[in-house]
T-cell receptor
């Protein structure tokens, strides 16, 4: 079954620690995204990558870093510089050229990772 | 002011009711409009999409877009307890420019349909 796998589902972190959230997709999609979801604020874009070895900052990139060394993988690191990291993090991908989903911009989401800073 | 505004609710209705969910937006470049449904502790999944103005119907769901008013709606007929979820509107511009491929989401409306 094709899809997006995020791990871990739940993560606890002490203040001052960096943590890395994993996102893997087997949909053969080019573009991948990281969103943060907080109650009452919807989804806010952290980083996105349209091709391997290239990525751009989204609206709230401060305190986060990413890499895109492989098409299938787009890990997100929440650094100690992120002042309020407790949130639900969602990874998504978008269809490649020539697929219907690519035209509409439909995103396929993973099941999310909930990060809590203690 | 946010680019996309959505009443977060929560909205509670009895089973069988007609539900109306709405979003307003300010960016006239938006051309693709979507509704995502998100069950608790899960990722969102696409429910419906519409290109430009008009209506689209899929079973009990109808999506409407009025670009002149910058207003989109999702109607759910004969609502069921299984419709209880958070509904997120999302939209994007056309090809080209910095908006290409990036979706802008509303805040999400929490809907509960009780038996």
């Amino acid at each position: 079954d094709g899809g997006i796998t995020q791990s871990p589902k739940y993560l606890f972190r002490k203040e001052g620690q960096n943590v890395t959230l994993s996102c893997e997709q087997n949909l053969n999609h080019d573009a991948m995204y990281w969103y943060r979801q907080d109650p009452g604020q919807g989804l806010r874009l952290i980083y996105y990558s349209q091709i391997v070895n290239d990525f751009q900052k989204g609206d709230i990139a401060e305190g986060y870093s990413v890499s895109r060394e492989k098409k299938e993988s787009f890990p997100l690191t929440v650094t100690s510089a992120q002042k309020n990291p407790t949130a639900f993090y969602l990874c998504a991908s978008r269809g490649s050229f020539g697929t219907p989903g690519r035209i509409t911009g439909e995103l396929f989401f993973g099941e999310g990772s909930r990060l809590t800073v203690l | 002011q946010k680019e996309v505004e959505q009443d977060p609710g929560p909205l509670s209705v009895p089973e069988g009711a007609i539900v109306s969910l709405n979003c307003t937006y300010s960016n006239s470049a938006f051309q693709y409009f979507m509704w995502y449904r998100q069950y608790s502790r899960k990722g969102p999944e696409l429910l419906m999409y519409t290109y430009s103005s008009g209506n689209k119907e899929d079973g009990r769901f109808t999506a409407q877009v009025d670009k002149s008013s910058k207003y989109i709606s999702l109607f759910i007929r004969d609502s069921q307890p299984s419709d209880s979820a958070t509904y997120l509107c999302a939209m994007r511009g056309g090809a080209g420019g910095t908006s290409y491929g990036k979706l802008t989401f509303g805040q999400g409306t929490i809907l509960t349909v009780h038996p």
